[in-house]
Structure formats: structure tokens, C-alpha cells
């Protein structure tokens, strides 16, 4: 019988995903075997505060998703002491801490800023590193690795703010190459937000607009028109696996956020059905783009299927959902790795990248 560990899950956030954050950490704490697990419920509030919650929040009011109010439960933090990492909460109780699970979609939780701060804590924590995670979290420069590694990427134009703000007509000559329709994202969040379809080329401005309201950097995408959706989940360190494949058949015109996470907006067929050949492709170029931005523990990568195009990398996240709709655990489930046994193997992999570092003597 090993010894029962101590584990911080720390949800919500600053970011958009906020909600998003919430449904998953939700659905992790129940997959917890509790005689195995002491769990400590760590909830950021939008405004970025620490709370210890003796409760996972609840959505308030039909359709709502929840959220971590403020004022809720005992402020908390991390201590940062060489070799022993705690959480304090305000009234002076100290708890020592085994492993962090941070499930925390978007800015400040999935793009390396909190990895840095459990770094600095060395306290052992689920998934990619500073590097992967910024990396991860950024559209533009994944897909600069990934073609690096020989990835076929969707074509695409990266657009930084003071240059919309100085030229416009330059970005639509840039634009325009890439034929319609457009996709525009911002190139640093998830969960579809601040994502638009573009038919008309007049619509672009506004899109542009609206993806740089979220980030000081936004992508236009030729949209992949017709393509199959196929999602494939790797877990691993230095020999990362790849599961089977998924495929994700949208109702929405696009993969969008109420689809995700609200409505039953898309089904999700696993495993996909593809030739054997393709499957064993997607699942090799899967590892291949985990080891591009040098991922760690998990990231779920995203295909686009065409005809004409073959296999091209959409993206890689690092943080994956785990909602009970969400495709990183339901594509384990049908590789033969179970809910409570995938988050086992996340734990063990956090402690095992944990203790390299510390032997090389990186960790405090
Ligand atoms: N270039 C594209 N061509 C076709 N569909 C796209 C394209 N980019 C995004 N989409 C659609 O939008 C969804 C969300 O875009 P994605 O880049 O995956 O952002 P997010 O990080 O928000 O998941 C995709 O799942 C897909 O349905
Ligand atoms: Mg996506």
C-alpha cells in the first residue's frame, strides 16, 4: 500500500476559460479514489486570488456554468521553501503537498506563468514545463516548431497589433493570399473564444478587432474547408504514447464554445474511423508535434483531415479538457487506460520530471 499523496488541484483563473476550468476540475476530483488521494480544492478567482474551497462551486441558475466567487473559502498561497512546499492558508495552517494538478485553460494557468511559479516552489506538477506550456499556449510560434519538425500546418499570416494599428492594408494584402473563407483567432487563448468565421473580405476588419481584444497577436487561417476533425492524446515523458485517434463531428459551423461545453454541439467518435495507416500516421505525428514544443505528462493534439491536404497539425494543448464531454480521457478510456488510472500516470510522470530536476540540482 503506497502512502496516500497529497494533491492540490488549482482551477479557475484568470482567463476566459474560467467555467471551462471549473467543469474539469470537477469531474477530475471525482475520478479520485479518496482513500488514495487527500485532495485540496485550490479555486482562482478571476480576479487571480487563491482560495482553499471546502466545496467545488456549483453553477448558479439554469444554463449557468460556475465559477469561483470571490470571498469564498480561506485565502491561500504557495510556500516557497528549499526542498518542502506547502500551502498556507490566511489563518496560518500549513499542508504540504505531494503534486499540483493545475487544470487551468487559457492565459496565466496553461501558458507556462503558473508552471513557472511551482517551479520556483519545486513543488511537482501535472504537465508541460515553462518552455512547452508558453509554447502550448501560442498558436504562431507552435506552428513555427511544428513545420521546424516537418509538420504540415494550415497556411497562415500572424498579425501583431501595432502592425494592424500601422498598416492595415498591408495585412489585407496578406490576407488576401490565403483566398476565403478566414479563420481569425487570437493566438493566445482556447476554447473558441474570440474566433470568427471571415466570408466577406469586408468582415475581416472586425474580426481582427475582435481576436485582438484578447491577445496582442492574432492569426488568419485559410480555413480548412470540408475537413474531418481528428483530436489524438499523448501521455508520457521522454517516451511519450499516443492513444487512438478521436474524431470530433461538430452541428455548428465550427467547433465553437457552446459546443464544447454547453450544448451537445458536436459528437465525438471514438476511435475515429479511418484506414489503419492513417490512424498509425496521426498517432506518430501526434508524438512528433508533444516533442516539437517539448511537452511533458499530457497535451492533446488536433488534426485537420482533407482530401486534398492530408494530415495537417491545427494545434496542441497542453492542458486538455477534462470534462466529462471532453476527448482527452474518453480517447485513454478506448486505448485501455482508465479515468483514475490516466491520472496515476499524470502524477507519477509530475513526479518523475520533478525529481530529474532535483537531481540535477534545478529545484530548490
Ligand atoms: N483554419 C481552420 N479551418 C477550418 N476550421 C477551423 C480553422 N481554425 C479553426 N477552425 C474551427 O474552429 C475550432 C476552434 O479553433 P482552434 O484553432 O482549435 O482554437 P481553440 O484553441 O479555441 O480550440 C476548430 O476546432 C475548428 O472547428
Ligand atoms: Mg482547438
Not at 27 to 46: F, N, T, W
Not at 107 to 119: A, K, N, R, V, W
Not at 246 to 269: Q, S
Request: glycine fraction near 10%.
Amino acid at each position: 500500500m503506497t502512502k496516500r499523496r497529497r494533491i492540490a488541484i488549482v482551477f479557475g483563473g484568470r482567463s476566459a476559460e474560467h467555467e471551462v476550468s471549473v467543469v474539469s476540475a470537477r469531474s477530475v476530483l471525482a475520478a479520485l479514489d479518496p482513500e488514495r488521494y487527500e485532495v485540496l480544492m485550490i479555486g482562482i478567482d478571476k480576479q487571480g486570488r487563491w482560495r482553499q474551497l471546502d466545496a467545488l462551486p456549483a453553477a448558479l441558475g439554469k444554463g449557468a456554468l460556475p465559477a469561483v466567487h470571490d470571498q469564498e473559502g480561506r485565502g491561500v498561497s504557495l510556500a516557497r521553501q528549499p526542498g518542502d512546499s506547502a500551502l498556507v492558508t490566511d489563518d496560518g495552517t500549513r499542508r504540504e503537498i505531494d503534486v499540483v494538478f493545475p487544470i487551468l485553460h487559457g492565459p496565466f494557468g496553461e501558458d507556462g506563468t503558473i508552471q513557472g511559479m511551482l517551479e520556483l516552489a519545486g513543488v511537482p506538477y501535472v504537465g508541460a514545463g515553462v518552455l512547452g506550456s508558453a509554447v502550448g499556449m501560442d498558436k504562431a510560434m507552435q506552428k513555427a516548431l511544428f513545420q521546424a519538425a516537418g509538420l504540415r500546418v494550415v497556411p497562415h499570416e500572424v498579425v501583431h497589433d501595432r502592425d494592424w494599428e500601422r498598416d492595415r492594408d498591408a495585412i489585407h494584402e496578406r490576407a488576401s493570399r490565403l483566398g476565403l473563407p478566414l479563420f481569425v483567432k487570437p493566438a493566445t487563448l482556447g476554447s473558441s473564444v474570440g474566433i470568427t468565421k471571415v466570408k466577406r473580405r469586408e468582415d475581416l476588419a472586425a474580426a481582427l478587432e475582435e481576436a485582438l481584444s484578447y491577445a496582442s497577436k492574432a492569426l488568419i487561417e485559410r480555413s480548412m474547408e470540408g475537413a474531418r476533425e481528428i483530436e489524438c492524446a499523448v501521455l508520457g515523458n521522454d517516451d511519450p504514447i499516443a492513444s487512438v485517434p478521436g474524431e470530433i463531428v461538430p452541428n455548428a459551423e465550427f467547433y465553437d464554445y457552446r459546443a464544447k461545453y454547453l450544448d451537445e454541439g458536436a459528437a465525438l467518435v471514438v476511435p475515429a474511423d479511418l484506414p489503419p495507416g492513417v490512424s498509425e500516421e496521426i498517432r506518430r505525428l501526434s508524438v512528433v508535434a508533444f516533442r516539437a514544443i517539448e511537452a511533458a505528462g499530457m497535451a492533446r493534439v488536433d488534426f485537420f483531415l482533407t482530401e486534398s491536404d492530408g494530415i495537417v497539425v491545427n494545434e496542441i494543448n497542453t492542458i486538455p479538457g477534462f470534462t466529462p464531454v471532453s476527448m482527452y480521457p474518453k480517447m485513454w478510456e478506448a486505448s485501455g487506460v482508465s479515468y483514475p488510472e490516466l491520472i496515476d500516470r499524470l502524477f507519477d510522470l509530475a513526479i518523475e520530471q520533478n525529481a530529474r530536476e532535483r537531481k540535477r540540482g534545478r529545484t530548490l
